[in-house]
């Protein structure tokens, strides 16, 4: 049985249309990878984390609110985030920083080019 698969060019992450989410939402992303098996000192033990699955969430940005504010908002309702317009967004997985990118459209869909990948000594380096 053949696959459907879309091309997504290298680097960029697509999710489902935003429409409707609320801001910093998580949605689903493709990753386009060169494959572990690439990879310089990869062993079979690589492939057994290779299913696991990971969330993957793209923060627009963040704000406060009372919950009186919050219990005021209907539709229609504009929420200012802290973040301005163009600056770039952060991929998170389970949470964590991994990259940064800038919000681009691919086949009628959003879609993040990465323009800064986190570095594993600071991804450690985060965690303590």
Same mark, same amino acid.
């Given at each position: &049985? $053949? !696959?459907?698969?879309?091309?997504?060019?290298?680097? #960029? $992450?697509? +999710?489902?249309?935003?429409a409707g989410s609320p801001a910093g939402a998580a949605g689903t992303a493709e990753l386009s990878s060169t494959g572990a098996k690439g990879i310089a000192g990869t062993g079979d033990n690589l492939d057994l984390l290779l299913d696991i699955p990971l969330e993957i969430t793209i923060e627009l940005g963040r704000t406060k &609110?009372?919950?009186?504010?919050l219990l005021k908002l209907g539709? +229609?309702?504009v929420?200012?985030? $802290?973040? !301005?317009a163009g600056d770039t967004l952060e991929i998170l997985a389970n949470n964590r920083l991994v990259a940064k990118g800038d919000v681009v #459209?691919?086949?009628k869909k959003y879609g993040i080019r990465l323009t !800064? #990948?986190?570095?594993p000594v600071e991804r450690v380096e985060k965690l303590g």
């Open positions: &049985m $053949a !696959e459907n698969k879309k091309h997504v060019p290298s680097g #960029v $992450a697509t +999710g489902g249309n935003p &609110m009372l919950i009186n504010d539709q +229609g309702s929420i200012e985030l $802290a973040k !301005e #459209v691919v086949n !800064e #990948v986190i570095s």
